[in-house]
């Protein structure tokens, strides 16, 4: 069966510098508030530019954030959450830190849908978003030819989306930042079933 490839996935050195609570804050920020300079994002957080700006560095260094070159004038740096994703085997080195990271990203995305659901919005952003929960019985096959397929949706509308974020900045009446929250997972199997052997 072939492998799902999405994002690159992080090495072990990435998901160690990753797992620091800052950084994660800091990525948490940039991915919901969109880009930032070290300046803004110490405002945001409460932290000092110093620390963002450290911190920016080292989320960079492991490609977990980007410069952002269209929001730049002079020597103003902005930057943006990258894309990647978490191995989905962790070895003995990053079990602990994988179970972290993946911890404080389910925290993350929990708390960002309770809140729409919580505040909402206007009328055509309540209509447009969608809260879904699918059960189906799949082959491990079948499974991966639907995550492929939902992330090439994704990817097509993310994609032609591309670019737009210097007239979101500006204020644009009609984007907002979006956030996509897909898993297509098995569920626990249950004891009392027959085994997959």
Known sequence: MDELAFEPELDSAAMKAFAHPLRLRMFS???NGGPATATRLAERLGENTAQTSYHLRQLERHGLVEEDTSLGKGRERWWRAASFSLPRRDDDATSAVGAVLRSAILEESAATLRTWLTEGGPPEWVNASLEQSTT???SAGELAALNREVQMVIDRHTDAASGREA????GSATLRRIRVLYNGFPL???PAAPSED
């Not at 007239?167 to 500006?170: C, K, M, N, T």
């Open 29 to 31: 920020a940039l991915s």
């Open 167 to 170: 007239e979101l900045q500006a």
């Open 136 to 138: 189906a019985i799949l």
């Open 188 to 190: 626990p199997q249950d």
